[in-house]
Protein backbone atom coordinates (compact mmCIF):
# COMPACT_ATOMS: atom_id res chain seq x y z
CA UNK A 1 0.00 0.00 0.00
CA UNK A 2 1.48 3.29 -0.77
CA UNK A 3 2.00 6.20 1.76
CA UNK A 4 -0.39 7.76 0.46
CA UNK A 5 -3.08 5.74 0.01
CA UNK A 6 -2.05 4.66 3.92
CA UNK A 7 -2.54 8.45 5.20
CA UNK A 8 -6.36 8.33 2.94
CA UNK A 9 -6.64 4.84 5.19
CA UNK A 10 -5.79 6.44 8.54
CA UNK A 11 -7.60 9.88 7.76
CA UNK A 12 -11.06 8.11 6.77
CA UNK A 13 -10.83 5.78 10.12
CA UNK A 14 -10.09 8.69 11.74
CA UNK A 15 -13.36 10.45 10.47
CA UNK A 16 -15.35 7.42 10.85
CA UNK A 17 -14.19 7.65 14.15
CA UNK A 18 -15.29 11.03 14.67
CA UNK A 19 -18.74 10.54 13.22
CA UNK A 20 -19.19 7.50 15.44
CA UNK A 21 -18.69 9.36 18.91
CA UNK A 22 -20.82 12.19 17.17
CA UNK A 23 -23.89 9.82 16.95
CA UNK A 24 -23.24 8.63 20.39
CA UNK A 25 -22.83 11.89 21.55
CA UNK A 26 -26.46 12.38 20.08
CA UNK A 27 -27.81 9.55 21.10
CA UNK A 28 -26.59 10.34 24.41
CA UNK A 29 -28.69 13.63 24.21
CA UNK A 30 -32.10 11.61 24.48
CA UNK A 31 -32.28 9.15 26.58
CA UNK A 32 -30.07 9.75 29.24
CA UNK A 33 -27.80 13.28 30.33
CA UNK A 34 -24.00 13.17 29.30
CA UNK A 35 -22.44 13.81 32.69
CA UNK A 36 -19.63 11.23 33.97
CA UNK A 37 -19.97 9.25 36.71
CA UNK A 38 -18.49 11.31 39.52
CA UNK A 39 -19.57 14.65 38.10
CA UNK A 40 -22.49 16.61 39.36
CA UNK A 41 -25.70 16.27 38.31
CA UNK A 42 -27.06 19.58 36.95
CA UNK A 43 -30.87 20.55 37.63
CA UNK A 44 -31.85 23.17 35.06
CA UNK A 45 -34.44 25.46 36.53
CA UNK A 46 -36.72 27.98 34.19
CA UNK A 47 -37.78 30.80 36.39
CA UNK A 48 -38.32 34.69 35.50
CA UNK A 49 -35.17 35.96 37.53
CA UNK A 50 -35.73 39.21 35.70
CA UNK A 51 -39.07 41.25 34.83
CA UNK A 52 -42.78 41.53 36.42
CA UNK A 53 -42.39 38.11 37.97
CA UNK A 54 -38.54 38.71 39.33
CA UNK A 55 -40.00 38.04 43.15
CA UNK A 56 -41.28 34.48 41.58
CA UNK A 57 -38.14 33.74 40.14
CA UNK A 58 -36.17 34.26 42.95
CA UNK A 59 -38.80 32.24 45.60
CA UNK A 60 -38.22 29.68 43.22
CA UNK A 61 -34.01 29.83 42.69
CA UNK A 62 -34.08 29.99 46.99
CA UNK A 63 -36.55 26.43 46.87
CA UNK A 64 -34.21 24.67 44.45
CA UNK A 65 -30.85 25.65 46.27
CA UNK A 66 -32.09 24.91 49.72
CA UNK A 67 -33.44 21.66 48.35
CA UNK A 68 -29.89 20.51 46.84
CA UNK A 69 -27.68 21.79 49.54
CA UNK A 70 -29.87 19.05 52.00
CA UNK A 71 -29.35 16.54 49.68
CA UNK A 72 -25.13 17.49 48.86
CA UNK A 73 -25.29 17.84 52.96
CA UNK A 74 -26.38 14.20 52.81
CA UNK A 75 -24.50 12.34 50.15
CA UNK A 76 -26.11 14.05 47.24
CA UNK A 77 -28.40 11.22 44.80
CA UNK A 78 -26.62 8.36 43.72
CA UNK A 79 -23.52 9.42 45.65
CA UNK A 80 -23.18 12.52 43.55
CA UNK A 81 -23.15 16.33 44.32
CA UNK A 82 -25.87 18.06 42.45
CA UNK A 83 -25.73 21.80 41.18
CA UNK A 84 -28.27 24.07 40.10
CA UNK A 85 -28.06 25.90 36.44
CA UNK A 86 -30.93 28.51 36.36
CA UNK A 87 -31.99 29.64 33.24
CA UNK A 88 -33.85 33.07 32.88
CA UNK A 89 -37.53 33.40 31.29
CA UNK A 90 -37.80 36.79 31.39
CA UNK A 91 -41.21 38.44 30.88
CA UNK A 92 -42.66 34.93 29.93
CA UNK A 93 -42.78 35.72 26.06
CA UNK A 94 -42.31 33.01 24.03
CA UNK A 95 -38.94 34.28 22.35
CA UNK A 96 -37.59 34.38 26.34
CA UNK A 97 -38.44 31.01 27.27
CA UNK A 98 -37.85 29.24 24.25
CA UNK A 99 -34.34 30.83 24.62
CA UNK A 100 -34.06 29.93 28.09
CA UNK A 101 -35.29 26.18 27.70
CA UNK A 102 -32.74 25.62 24.45
CA UNK A 103 -30.17 26.82 26.94
CA UNK A 104 -30.93 23.76 28.95
CA UNK A 105 -31.92 21.26 26.31
CA UNK A 106 -28.47 21.93 24.63
CA UNK A 107 -26.68 20.86 28.19
CA UNK A 108 -26.34 17.67 27.73
CA UNK A 109 -25.15 17.31 31.23
CA UNK A 110 -28.57 18.07 32.39
CA UNK A 111 -30.59 15.69 34.27
CA UNK A 112 -33.76 17.07 34.88
CA UNK A 113 -35.71 20.49 34.13
CA UNK A 114 -37.75 22.35 36.78
CA UNK A 115 -40.12 25.46 37.17
CA UNK A 116 -42.56 27.18 39.18
CA UNK A 117 -44.01 28.82 36.09
CA UNK A 118 -41.67 29.43 32.62
CA UNK A 119 -44.87 30.76 30.28
CA UNK A 120 -48.47 31.33 30.27
CA UNK A 121 -49.46 28.39 28.34
CA UNK A 122 -46.87 25.70 29.23
CA UNK A 123 -45.83 25.32 25.45
CA UNK A 124 -42.51 24.97 26.32
CA UNK A 125 -43.76 21.32 27.78
CA UNK A 126 -43.48 19.67 24.14
CA UNK A 127 -39.96 20.91 23.69
CA UNK A 128 -38.56 19.30 27.11
CA UNK A 129 -40.93 16.17 25.94
CA UNK A 130 -38.99 15.95 22.58
CA UNK A 131 -35.61 16.36 24.31
CA UNK A 132 -36.39 13.31 26.77
CA UNK A 133 -35.70 15.48 30.02
CA UNK A 134 -37.93 15.47 32.87
CA UNK A 135 -40.29 17.98 33.64
CA UNK A 136 -42.21 19.15 37.06
CA UNK A 137 -44.03 22.06 36.72
CA UNK A 138 -45.53 24.34 39.51
CA UNK A 139 -48.02 26.25 37.95
CA UNK A 140 -50.34 27.10 34.90
CA UNK A 141 -51.92 23.13 35.92
CA UNK A 142 -55.25 23.91 33.35
CA UNK A 143 -52.93 24.23 30.32
CA UNK A 144 -50.35 21.30 31.53
CA UNK A 145 -53.80 19.15 31.72
CA UNK A 146 -54.87 20.37 28.27
CA UNK A 147 -51.74 19.30 26.80
CA UNK A 148 -50.80 16.12 28.38
CA UNK A 149 -54.81 14.39 27.95
CA UNK A 150 -54.43 14.06 24.18
CA UNK A 151 -51.55 11.94 24.83
CA UNK A 152 -50.35 10.93 28.14
CA UNK A 153 -47.80 8.64 27.07
CA UNK A 154 -45.86 10.81 24.88
CA UNK A 155 -45.24 13.19 27.85
CA UNK A 156 -43.86 10.33 30.26
CA UNK A 157 -41.59 12.26 31.98
CA UNK A 158 -44.18 15.50 32.11
CA UNK A 159 -45.42 16.34 35.91
CA UNK A 160 -47.20 18.67 37.71
CA UNK A 161 -46.91 19.24 41.64
CA UNK A 162 -49.73 21.66 40.90
CA UNK A 163 -53.02 19.92 40.93
CA UNK A 164 -55.75 21.00 38.89
CA UNK A 165 -56.96 24.35 39.53
CA UNK A 166 -60.70 23.92 38.51
CA UNK A 167 -61.10 24.40 42.12
CA UNK A 168 -60.12 27.69 42.32
CA UNK A 169 -63.34 28.37 39.70
CA UNK A 170 -65.58 25.89 42.24
CA UNK A 171 -64.41 25.89 45.41
CA UNK A 172 -64.65 30.12 46.81
CA UNK A 173 -68.40 29.84 46.69
CA UNK A 174 -68.51 26.67 48.38
CA UNK A 175 -66.43 28.33 51.15
CA UNK A 176 -68.18 31.76 51.29
CA UNK A 177 -71.52 29.65 51.87
CA UNK A 178 -70.19 28.32 54.31
CA UNK A 179 -69.14 31.34 55.94
CA UNK A 180 -71.98 33.06 55.89
CA UNK A 181 -74.36 30.17 57.13
CA UNK A 182 -72.13 29.29 60.64
CA UNK A 183 -72.30 32.84 60.88
CA UNK A 184 -68.16 33.80 60.12
CA UNK A 185 -68.76 36.00 57.62
CA UNK A 186 -72.42 37.22 56.72
CA UNK A 187 -72.87 38.42 53.25
CA UNK A 188 -75.01 41.80 52.92
CA UNK A 189 -75.59 41.35 49.51
CA UNK A 190 -74.81 38.52 46.72
CA UNK A 191 -72.64 40.93 44.68
CA UNK A 192 -69.72 40.29 43.18
CA UNK A 193 -67.05 42.20 40.85
CA UNK A 194 -64.20 40.38 39.40
CA UNK A 195 -61.13 41.55 37.81
CA UNK A 196 -58.57 39.13 35.33
CA UNK A 197 -55.77 40.17 33.87
CA UNK A 198 -55.56 39.25 29.85
CA UNK A 199 -53.48 35.66 30.40
CA UNK A 200 -55.21 32.37 29.66
CA UNK A 201 -54.66 31.67 33.79
CA UNK A 202 -56.56 34.19 34.62
CA UNK A 203 -59.04 34.52 32.35
CA UNK A 204 -59.48 30.92 33.38
CA UNK A 205 -60.03 31.23 36.63
CA UNK A 206 -62.67 34.30 35.92
CA UNK A 207 -64.67 32.21 33.43
CA UNK A 208 -64.82 29.63 36.39
CA UNK A 209 -65.77 32.36 38.99
CA UNK A 210 -68.26 33.52 36.96
CA UNK A 211 -70.08 30.48 36.11
CA UNK A 212 -70.22 28.74 39.54
CA UNK A 213 -71.37 32.29 41.41
CA UNK A 214 -73.90 32.66 39.22
CA UNK A 215 -75.27 29.24 39.59
CA UNK A 216 -75.38 30.24 43.19
CA UNK A 217 -77.59 33.09 43.12
CA UNK A 218 -75.04 35.65 42.45
CA UNK A 219 -75.31 38.79 40.25
CA UNK A 220 -71.41 39.12 38.62
CA UNK A 221 -70.10 42.15 37.35
CA UNK A 222 -67.45 41.50 35.10
CA UNK A 223 -64.66 40.02 34.66
CA UNK A 224 -63.32 43.49 33.72
CA UNK A 225 -60.19 42.38 31.98
CA UNK A 226 -57.01 44.37 32.68
CA UNK A 227 -53.85 44.06 29.89
CA UNK A 228 -51.23 41.17 31.28
CA UNK A 229 -48.05 42.99 32.47
CA UNK A 230 -47.26 46.26 34.73
CA UNK A 231 -50.70 48.23 35.99
CA UNK A 232 -50.28 50.93 37.78
CA UNK A 233 -53.75 52.56 38.15
CA UNK A 234 -56.50 51.02 39.07
CA UNK A 235 -59.13 54.39 39.33
CA UNK A 236 -61.36 52.96 36.57
CA UNK A 237 -62.04 49.93 37.98
CA UNK A 238 -62.56 50.82 41.83
CA UNK A 239 -65.23 53.52 40.14
CA UNK A 240 -66.65 50.75 39.35
CA UNK A 241 -66.87 48.63 41.92
CA UNK A 242 -68.17 51.68 44.36
CA UNK A 243 -70.76 51.77 41.51
CA UNK A 244 -71.61 48.33 42.09
CA UNK A 245 -70.89 48.28 45.58
CA UNK A 246 -70.73 44.60 46.39
CA UNK A 247 -70.06 41.88 49.09
CA UNK A 248 -67.34 40.41 47.51
CA UNK A 249 -64.13 41.92 44.88
CA UNK A 250 -61.84 38.96 43.33
CA UNK A 251 -59.03 40.72 41.75
CA UNK A 252 -57.10 37.75 39.50
CA UNK A 253 -54.08 39.69 38.40
CA UNK A 254 -51.59 37.80 40.25
CA UNK A 255 -48.45 39.85 39.64
CA UNK A 256 -47.06 41.19 43.02
CA UNK A 257 -46.48 44.63 42.30
CA UNK A 258 -50.31 45.03 40.25
CA UNK A 259 -51.94 43.45 43.47
CA UNK A 260 -50.62 45.42 45.95
CA UNK A 261 -51.01 48.95 43.81
CA UNK A 262 -54.70 47.57 43.19
CA UNK A 263 -54.99 47.22 47.29
CA UNK A 264 -53.30 49.93 48.50
CA UNK A 265 -55.74 52.06 46.10
CA UNK A 266 -58.86 50.24 47.23
CA UNK A 267 -57.83 50.82 50.71
CA UNK A 268 -57.75 54.97 50.01
CA UNK A 269 -61.76 54.48 49.44
CA UNK A 270 -62.89 51.49 50.09
CA UNK A 271 -65.91 49.47 49.48
CA UNK A 272 -67.97 47.19 52.20
CA UNK A 273 -66.19 44.50 49.97
CA UNK A 274 -64.17 41.09 50.97
CA UNK A 275 -60.91 41.17 48.82
CA UNK A 276 -59.63 38.14 47.58
CA UNK A 277 -56.65 38.38 45.39
CA UNK A 278 -55.03 35.68 43.54
CA UNK A 279 -51.63 34.31 45.07
CA UNK A 280 -50.23 37.34 44.94
CA UNK A 281 -50.63 38.06 49.12
CA UNK A 282 -48.67 34.72 49.51
CA UNK A 283 -45.25 36.36 48.16
CA UNK A 284 -43.38 37.97 50.73
CA UNK A 285 -42.82 40.74 48.48
CA UNK A 286 -46.77 41.84 49.19
CA UNK A 287 -46.74 42.77 52.41
CA UNK A 288 -43.73 44.98 51.91
CA UNK A 289 -45.06 47.05 49.27
CA UNK A 290 -48.88 47.19 50.86
CA UNK A 291 -47.54 47.51 54.65
CA UNK A 292 -50.64 47.44 56.56
CA UNK A 293 -52.89 47.57 54.29
CA UNK A 294 -52.95 44.14 53.39
CA UNK A 295 -54.21 43.56 56.68
CA UNK A 296 -57.97 42.07 56.10
CA UNK A 297 -57.26 40.45 52.10
CA UNK A 298 -57.66 36.88 51.37
CA UNK A 299 -56.45 34.22 48.65
CA UNK A 300 -56.73 30.93 48.45
CA UNK A 301 -54.25 28.65 47.23
CA UNK A 302 -54.38 25.00 45.55
CA UNK A 303 -51.24 23.99 46.77
CA UNK A 304 -49.45 25.63 49.62
CA UNK A 305 -47.37 24.85 52.34
CA UNK A 306 -50.07 23.45 55.36
CA UNK A 307 -48.96 25.16 58.04
CA UNK A 308 -50.35 22.55 61.19
CA UNK A 309 -47.68 20.18 59.96
CA UNK A 310 -44.27 19.79 61.87
CA UNK A 311 -42.57 19.38 58.98
CA UNK A 312 -43.40 22.26 57.54
CA UNK A 313 -42.39 24.20 61.06
CA UNK A 314 -38.87 22.55 60.48
CA UNK A 315 -39.33 23.74 56.30
CA UNK A 316 -40.07 27.53 57.64
CA UNK A 317 -36.92 27.51 59.89
CA UNK A 318 -34.51 26.42 57.31
CA UNK A 319 -35.51 29.14 54.44
CA UNK A 320 -35.77 31.79 57.86
CA UNK A 321 -31.93 30.56 58.24
CA UNK A 322 -31.13 30.64 54.85
CA UNK A 323 -32.10 33.40 53.20
CA UNK A 324 -34.00 35.64 56.40
CA UNK A 325 -37.56 34.42 54.07
CA UNK A 326 -40.82 32.76 55.28
CA UNK A 327 -42.67 30.20 53.03
CA UNK A 328 -44.22 30.76 49.88
CA UNK A 329 -45.93 28.89 47.32
CA UNK A 330 -42.74 28.78 45.00
CA UNK A 331 -40.01 27.93 47.08
CA UNK A 332 -41.74 25.09 49.21
CA UNK A 333 -42.93 23.99 45.95
CA UNK A 334 -39.61 24.34 44.11
CA UNK A 335 -37.78 22.31 47.33
CA UNK A 336 -40.49 19.94 47.07
CA UNK A 337 -39.74 19.36 43.01
CA UNK A 338 -36.07 18.42 43.94
CA UNK A 339 -36.55 16.36 46.72
CA UNK A 340 -39.21 14.24 44.39
CA UNK A 341 -36.58 14.11 41.66
CA UNK A 342 -34.40 12.95 43.99
CA UNK A 343 -36.46 10.23 45.15
CA UNK A 344 -37.16 9.07 41.63
CA UNK A 345 -33.37 9.40 41.07
CA UNK A 346 -32.84 6.97 43.61
CA UNK A 347 -35.57 4.58 42.51
CA UNK A 348 -33.84 4.37 39.23
CA UNK A 349 -30.51 4.46 40.53
CA UNK A 350 -28.75 6.55 38.36
CA UNK A 351 -29.90 10.24 37.82
CA UNK A 352 -28.48 10.17 34.19
CA UNK A 353 -31.03 7.71 32.58
CA UNK A 354 -33.37 11.04 32.19
CA UNK A 355 -36.29 8.85 30.65
CA UNK A 356 -36.69 6.22 33.42
CA UNK A 357 -36.39 9.07 36.20
CA UNK A 358 -39.18 10.88 33.73
CA UNK A 359 -41.32 7.84 34.08
CA UNK A 360 -40.62 6.69 37.91
CA UNK A 361 -41.68 10.57 38.57
CA UNK A 362 -45.03 9.65 37.97
CA UNK A 363 -45.06 6.70 40.05
CA UNK A 364 -44.29 8.04 43.21
CA UNK A 365 -46.37 8.67 46.43
CA UNK A 366 -45.05 11.22 48.92
CA UNK A 367 -45.73 12.96 52.15
CA UNK A 368 -44.93 16.68 51.79
CA UNK A 369 -45.40 19.54 53.06
CA UNK A 370 -47.80 19.98 50.90
CA UNK A 371 -50.06 17.51 51.60
CA UNK A 372 -49.55 14.23 50.03
CA UNK A 373 -48.45 13.92 46.10
CA UNK A 374 -49.22 11.15 43.85
CA UNK A 375 -50.38 12.08 40.25
CA UNK A 376 -53.12 11.22 38.25
CA UNK A 377 -52.12 8.93 34.69
CA UNK A 378 -54.03 11.03 32.25
CA UNK A 379 -53.21 14.24 33.43
CA UNK A 380 -50.12 14.13 34.88
CA UNK A 381 -51.26 16.19 37.82
CA UNK A 382 -50.95 15.77 41.68
CA UNK A 383 -54.61 14.99 42.82
CA UNK A 384 -56.29 17.27 44.96
CA UNK A 385 -58.43 16.92 47.28
CA UNK A 386 -58.53 15.48 51.32
CA UNK A 387 -56.58 12.26 49.39
CA UNK A 388 -53.91 14.55 47.99
CA UNK A 389 -52.98 18.32 48.31
CA UNK A 390 -55.89 20.19 49.46
CA UNK A 391 -56.96 23.62 48.45
CA UNK A 392 -56.24 26.18 51.31
CA UNK A 393 -57.49 29.80 52.20
CA UNK A 394 -55.31 32.49 53.91
CA UNK A 395 -55.87 36.28 55.74
CA UNK A 396 -53.24 38.61 56.30
CA UNK A 397 -53.58 39.35 59.96
CA UNK A 398 -51.60 42.03 62.26
CA UNK A 399 -49.11 41.92 59.23
CA UNK A 400 -48.78 37.91 58.96
CA UNK A 401 -50.25 34.86 56.52
CA UNK A 402 -52.29 33.00 58.62
CA UNK A 403 -54.64 29.86 57.30
CA UNK A 404 -57.80 30.28 58.32
CA UNK A 405 -59.63 26.89 56.24
CA UNK A 406 -60.16 24.39 56.05
CA UNK A 407 -60.52 24.08 59.44
CA UNK A 408 -57.95 20.48 60.11
CA UNK A 409 -55.31 22.72 58.47
CA UNK A 410 -56.54 26.84 60.34
CA UNK A 411 -54.43 28.24 62.36
CA UNK A 412 -57.12 30.54 63.15
CA UNK A 413 -60.49 31.85 61.78
CA UNK A 414 -61.80 34.61 59.54
CA UNK A 415 -61.58 38.12 61.07
CA UNK A 416 -64.12 40.71 59.33
CA UNK A 417 -61.27 43.60 57.52
CA UNK A 418 -61.08 46.66 59.39
CA UNK A 419 -62.52 48.92 56.22
CA UNK A 420 -65.73 46.84 56.23
CA UNK A 421 -68.17 49.03 58.27
Not at 51 to 56: E, Q, R, T, W
Not at 131 to 140: Q, W
Not at 350 to 376: C, P, Q, Y
Request: with cysteine.
Amino acid sequence: MSPTLNRRHRRLAAALAVAALAVTSLSACGGSSSAGENDPITLGLLAPLTGSAAADGKLMEQGAQLAIETLNANGGVNGRQIKLQTSDVRDLKSDAVSAAVAKLTSDTSVAAVLTGYASTTNFEIDQLAEAGIPYILGGGSTQTEEIIRKAPDRYSGIWSIAPSYAGYGTDLPEQLDEWNSDGTFPLRNRKAYIISSDNPYSNGIAGGLQKSLTEKGWTVSGPDVVPFGEVNDWTTQLTKIRQVDPSLVINLDYLTANAAKFLTQFRQNPSNSLVVSQYAPSVPEFIELTGENANGVLYNLPFAPLQTLPETKELEKKFKDKYDTGLSLYNVALYEQVMLWAKAAEKVGDASKREEVGAAIGTLDEKTVLGRVHFDPDSHLAVAGTDGVPMTYYQIQSGQRVTIAPNEYADTSLQKPSWIR
